[in-house]
Every structure is written in structure tokens, then in C-alpha cells.
């Protein structure tokens, strides 16, 4: 049974065939309709969530596949003292696939060894979030036309941010890439990516804290949001939660062709002044959620001789 934990499940090759697919999804989309009919989606979201949930719904249902679920931790029965694996095991009996977020690192993985069917980790605390990476990748495709040979400024918490820590993993695989990492002294990202990824990778990147020093360098800049609910002091979030806002004073220092993402949702970090900026992608980017989804459902779903 083949699981989707960690973005490096996924080998390059196998990353490269679901952008494919979500490709041809997005030209193509009547031949997709029905090729998950009869199969059903469990969304198993322990902490909130808009775009990852919705977007799976989404794309189950355009697949001419059935959803079922629940969005909080308060509408099931873990309310009740009901384990993550007694959950998991339930559920696999009522679902050929589930996609999982919860606030415990490491829980999707747990859940993955007890499971009937494919797990796919929607969100694991500061973790990861491969289908966000997914989403980022097809992004990044769509507007760059490669997935190699640019310089990415990664901006706010990368602490806790897990959709960086995803994103990195990824984009280490491929040719080229170098990383600006913009955060506060208190936000920088965990050793492990330094030591066990950049350096061991001999990959090319830099720390900085000013975003305006670095602007006219980047070919993509990746905002994010400081993450209010993995703090454990309130004071240290208000303290730090704007030190980043793009503005039309920073997007004139930008390269013309510079492509902005956020995985969303946004806070204060993007005005909403840039929206209308041609080089504002994060809209477009919650789109390619729902098509990157498509592909990984039915990708999974096949590779596991379910359909
Ligand atoms: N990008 C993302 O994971 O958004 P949601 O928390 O709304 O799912």
C-alpha cells in the first residue's frame, strides 16, 4: 500500500507524472470525469482548514467520486477519547482513501500503519504538507514553464511553517535552485533543514532578515503567514506576526517577471493592494489545489489497483 506522508514518498519521476496528469486534467477535464465513480474520499480533518479539505472534495467529486468526513475534532468522536488508529481503522472501512490533517506531528504516519486504505497527510503540525508542495510545484510549472534554475526567497515563520519545510524537500531534487530564507532571528528555519538538506545537499542558500535588501534577486518569492496557533506565548506572536508585509513600495524593487505564492490563508503579510499585480499567483495557486488533487486521488487510487 502506497501512502503519502512526506513530499519525499514521491520520487521526482512520480512528482513529474501527477503535474503531467494535472495538466492534462485541466485541458481535458470531461475524460476525468468518471474515472473514480463508485469510489469514496474521507477527509479526517482534526484542525482547520478552507483550501486543502474543500479542494479534495472538490476534486473527489469531479472525478465522479463520493466524499465523507468531518472538519473538526469537536464533530467526531475524538472528542469522546477515541484514538487516531482506532479512527483510522474504522474509517478505511467506509472509504477507499483518506486525506488526514491533524495538529500532532507525525499522526498521518501513524495512521498509515494501521489503515486499510491510502493515507494522504492533508497537514501534520509544523510537519509537512505534501499536497501543498504539489500544489506549490504545479504552480510554479504553470507560470515559470520548469521546475529548475531560479533563485526562491522563502519569507515569515519558517519555523512553523510546514508548507516551506514541504516545499524544500521538494526543490532541493531539482537543478538550480538556490534559497533565500527571510524570517526573524526567532523564526528561522529548524536546524534539521540546514544541516540534514542544504548543507548536506551542498545546495546553495542564504539567511536574511530584510526582505527589501533581497527583492530585486528572487525569481519567486514564497510568503507565509506566522503562525498564531503553534505559538505558546501570545505576546511573541503580536510581537512578530508583521514583520514581513508585501507592499507596492516592495513589488517595485521586484523583478518584472517575479512570481509571488502563498499557500494561504493570508493574514496581514500581502496587501491587498497587489492582488491585481499580474505577478500575484497565490489565487491561481489555490486553483491548482484542486487539479494537483485530481491527479494525486486518481494517481493513488490506480497505483494501489483500486480502480
Ligand atoms: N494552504 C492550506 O493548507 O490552507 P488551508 O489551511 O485552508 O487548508
Do not use: W
Request: proline share 4%; with cysteine; hydrophobic share 35%.
Amino acid at each position: 500500500m502506497k501512502h503519502l506522508i512526506d513530499p519525499t514518498d514521491l520520487s521526482v519521476q512520480e512528482i513529474d507524472d501527477i503535474l503531467d496528469l494535472a495538466l492534462d486534467i485541466i485541458d481535458n477535464k470531461e475524460k476525468y470525469s468518471e474515472v473514480c465513480k463508485g469510489k469514496k474520499l474521507a477527509t479526517l480533518f482534526f484542525e482547520p482548514s478552507t483550501r486543502t479539505r474543500l479542494s479534495f472534495e472538490a476534486a473527489m467529486m469531479e472525478l465522479g467520486g463520493n466524499v465523507l468526513g468531518f472538519s473538526s475534532a469537536d464533530s467526531s468522536s475524538a472528542t469522546k477519547g477515541e484514538s487516531v488508529g482506532d479512527t483510522v481503522r474504522v474509517v478505511s472501512s467506509y472509504a477507499d482513501i483518506i486525506a488526514m490533517r491533524h495538529p500532532k506531528e507525525g499522526a498521518p504516519m501513524y495512521a498509515s500503519m494501521v489503515s486499510g486504505v491510502p493515507i494522504i497527510n492533508a497537514g501534520d503540525g509544523g510537519h509537512n504538507h505534501p499536497t501543498q508542495t504539489l500544489t506549490d510545484l504545479l504552480t510554479i510549472k504553470r507560470e515559470k514553464g520548469r521546475l529548475g534554475n531560479y533563485t526562491i526567497g522563502l519569507c515569515g515563520d519558517l519555523k512553523f511553517g510546514r508548507t516551506v519545510h514541504s516545499l524544500i524537500k521538494a526543490l532541493v531534487r531539482y537543478e538550480g535552485v538556490k534559497f533565500v530564507l527571510i524570517s526573524p532571528n526567532e523564526l528561522r528555519v529548524p536546524d534539521y533543514i540546514i544541516t540534514e538538506i542544504f548543507e548536506k545537499n551542498n545546495i546553495e542558500y542564504k539567511e536574511v532578515t530584510s526582505l527589501e535588501e533581497v527583492m530585486p534577486e528572487l525569481d519567486i518569492l514564497y510568503m507565509t503567514r506566522v503562525q498564531k496557533e503553534r505559538f505558546f506565548n501570545e505576546a511573541d506572536y503580536v510581537r512578530l506576526k508583521d514583520t514581513y508585509i508585501l507592499d507596492k513600495s516592495k513589488m517595485k524593487l521586484a523583478k518584472p517577471d517575479l512570481s509571488v505564492l502563498h499557500p494561504l490563508p493570508r493574514v496581514n503579510e500581502i496587501s491587498t493592494s497587489i492582488d491585481e499585480d499580474p505577478r500575484a499567483c497565490y489565487f491561481r495557486q489555490a486553483l491548482n489545489g484542486k487539479y494537483v488533487r485530481m491527479a494525486l486521488i486518481y494517481t493513488m487510487l490506480k497505483d494501489n489497483g483500486q480502480i
